[in-house]
């Protein structure tokens, strides 16, 4: 049954971003929309005096996960997906990279009717968060433990986790779960955005590629760490 389930939630995970990126603008490629879109969520997440334990906290993580949109839908069977870029804050030295390209897709069955679109930001808190993200496949809460980020003027609480999520939609805070969420490398994405073959590990880890297109997400989230 994992296996058909993973299926399922892959070809899930294509219908929801061919949603996602239908009604952008075709003048620049989608890696180099997706970027300005997750840097956009980013500028929103700092902005909103609802987010005070995200902007406070953002300088811990060792990674952060941004999803622009993340499209809910389904009458009985549905699912949640959408595309995600991934920055990573190098160990050594404290410099943000990035950023590399990830699908995301839930499958789930029960009553459930209608359409919504979040964004969501993940905060990536330990080592095995990270490590689960650079493999070319896995399963949030299975694999990498994910809790639900406080929201909230006065949210004040000392989470444990491998993911810390946070989402917005429409001013109802909470958002998609992405527990059980199936979170996969897009390789063809990255491939297309930086001119070569190239893994998520080459990307933020060995740090043997960058784009100019992606300076200000990398420039705005080196901001955001660093805020106190």
Sequence with gaps: MKPIFRSTCVA????????AVAPMASAQSEQQQ????????????MRDPEMGWFQQNVGRAKGVLIAPQLVKAG??????GGRAVLLAKDSKSGQWVGPAFYALATAS?????????SESITLVMTDRGMDSLLSPSF???GDASIAAGPV???????????LIAFSRAKGIYGGINLDGTFVNTSDDWNESY????????????????????ADKLVADITKAAGRK
């Excluded at 899930?12 to 061919?18: S, T």
């Excluded at 009458?75 to 949640?80: A, M, R």
């Excluded at 909230?152 to 491998?162: H, M, N």
Aim: glycine share 14%.
């Design 194 to 213: 930086y001119g070569m073959r190239v893994s998520s590990t080459d990307i933020l880890i060995r740090m043997s590629v960058r784009a100019a297109g």
């Design 34 to 45: 997706l970027i300005n879109a997750a840097d956009a969520s980013l500028s929103n997440f």
């Design 152 to 162: 909230g003027a006065g949210a004040k609480s000392d989470i444990v986790a491998d």
């Design 12 to 19: 899930i995970a294509a219908a929801f971003v061919a949603l």
């Design 109 to 117: 069955v029960g009553f459930q009717a209608g359409v919504s679109v």
């Design 139 to 141: 399963k949030i809460g």
């Design 75 to 80: 009458f009985i069977f549905g699912g949640s």
